[in-house]
């Protein structure tokens, strides 16, 4: 029964997984028709080539369903007996349980007739309660089976299918007649991993610009007390700047994942090239040196990149080169990409790619080090900063505004009483100063 289920389960993922390879066929014949250099897109190949490869392996995938609906058929056959002479030893299981509550004597009878009833293969009489007992025990033997595979796919999100719903035309007329203004957005995109087709993520843009019109239309039109000429007006203005500035965000969002990214990439750079290299040492190839990485789960930053080369080289045929090559010219990461075209040359070369990786290894780690003992050296003048800010500066402040306060200087600063003055330091300005200081160190910590 385990069997039949892992093979249903297995039906299901084939299912969908042919559903997502058709829906990434009309994916790139949507952005084939956008593109700007077909010849870079298709890496060499013809837009049938490519067509045929998506039809190929969905044809594949069905031989695959067929296959298991096979293997059920027999299972199911097989198991048909297997689970009648499986439910009668469990019986005589269960009266060999409950004779053995009985005095000896009938302990042993009751073990004789089970043995003569299991030799003469006699079928019995159960009740309901018993054969739910039976079917308990078998479920609670179920495995669960992991299906593993060589490549991730990723499916488009509601957002993006509801966006493409009205406004993909829209978001295709405006690609093709504003290229450079895309072309950074795109490029960004590329570089931050974002699971999202570029003409996709203009049509949210647009989304979510018209949809940001109305609260700021209805918020200012609400709150301007006004006649109703101006309000309008107002409101109009403010809708119009509302989704100016949502389109805006939206845009430069992939800007500030690069950045981010970066950072994360470059604390786990060095860790992962001494991981390479004891791969590599093994005589491994270098092939299944990046699947170990994936499968290690401990580059969370580098994932998505090592995740790309997989993809290229397992899903769409590329040979390892090639993957690296268009990795490391997407990757946000300088050193990361300098390190793929190392392995590039290397492995065309017919050079060693167990010794390559050491030095590099070497060379990150002796730069990692580097970047820490700076780091330790900031975070001295830092705090030293934050000492005299956080800590002396409030003193010298609430101790000159005792003095202020004194009869004889009036108490007050510009017509502000120094009562309230104290009152804004405390609660404003010394708050405000600890969070900024949190605010830098975060940023000059090295991730």
């Known amino acids: 029964m385990s069997d039949i289920a892992a093979l249903a389960r297995e039906i299901a993922n084939i299912n969908e997984e042919a559903k997502k390879y058709y829906g990434f066929k009309q994916q790139v014949k949507n952005s084939l028709k956008i593109a700007k ?116 796919l990723y499916e488009q999100s509601e957002y993006g299918r509801l966006a493409n719903r009205y406004f993909e035309r829209l978001s295709v007329k405006l690609i093709k007649e504003n290229k450079k203004f895309f072309e950074p957005l795109f490029i960004a995109m590329k570089s931050s991993d974002f699971r999202i087709l570029s003409n996709t993520y203009v049509s949210m843009m647009i989304f979510s610009s018209f949809a940001a019109f109305f609260p700021f239309f209805l918020i200012t039109l609400l709150l301007v007390n006004k006649f109703i000429v101006i309000r309008v007006m107002a409101a109009l203005i403010a809708g119009l700047l509302g989704s100016v500035a949502v389109f805006a965000l939206i845009y430069a969002y992939p800007s500030t994942i690069v950045s981010t990214r970066r950072k994360y990439m470059e604390g786990e750079l060095p860790f992962v090239i001494v991981h390479m290299a004891a791969v590599a040492g093994s005589g491994a190839h ?94 001295a003048t830092f ?10 500066a409030p003193m ?18 510009s017509g502000i009483s120094v009562g309230t003055i104290a009152v804004f330091g405390t609660y404003v300005a010394i708050p405000l100063m600890n969070v900024a200081s949190l605010v830098i160190l975060s940023y000059i910590t090295p991730k």
């Open 37 to 152: 250099n077909k010849e870079e897109f298709l890496k060499g190949k013809t837009e049938s080539e490519i067509m045929r490869e998506y039809d190929d392996y969905i044809m594949y995938l069905f031989g695959k369903i067929r296959k298991n609906l096979g293997l059920i058929s027999s299972e199911i056959y097989l198991s048909s007996n297997a689970v009648t002479q499986g439910f009668k030893d469990y019986m005589w299981k269960e009266d060999t349980d409950y004779a053995k509550k009985d005095v000896k004597k009938e302990q042993m009878q009751a073990k004789g007739e089970g043995k003569a009833r299991a030799k003469t293969n006699v079928d019995i009489d159960v009740d309901q309660d018993s054969f739910e007992r039976f079917l308990k025990s078998i479920r609670k033997k179920k495995k669960d089976i992991v299906v593993i595979r060589d490549y991730t």
């Open 286 to 379: 270098p092939m299944a040196m990046f699947k170990l990485i994936l499968s290690s789960g401990e580059y969370r930053a580098l994932e998505p990149e090592i995740k790309k080369i997989v993809n290229y080289v397992n899903l769409f045929g590329y040979s390892m080169t090639t993957a690296l090559r268009l990795v490391a010219s997407t990757t946000p990461l300088k050193d990361f990409s300098e390190l793929l075209n190392g392995i590039v040359t290397t492995v065309e070369t017919g050079g060693n790619l167990k010794e390559y990786l050491t030095i590099k290894s070497q060379e990150a780690m002796e730069k990692y080090q580097l970047k820490r003992e700076k780091y330790i050296q900031n975070l």
């Open 383 to 392: 705090s030293d900063v934050y000492v005299g800010i956080s800590l002396v």
């Open 396 to 413: 010298l402040l609430f101790m000159t505004l005792s003095i202020i306060n004194s009869p004889l200087l009036g108490g007050a600063i």
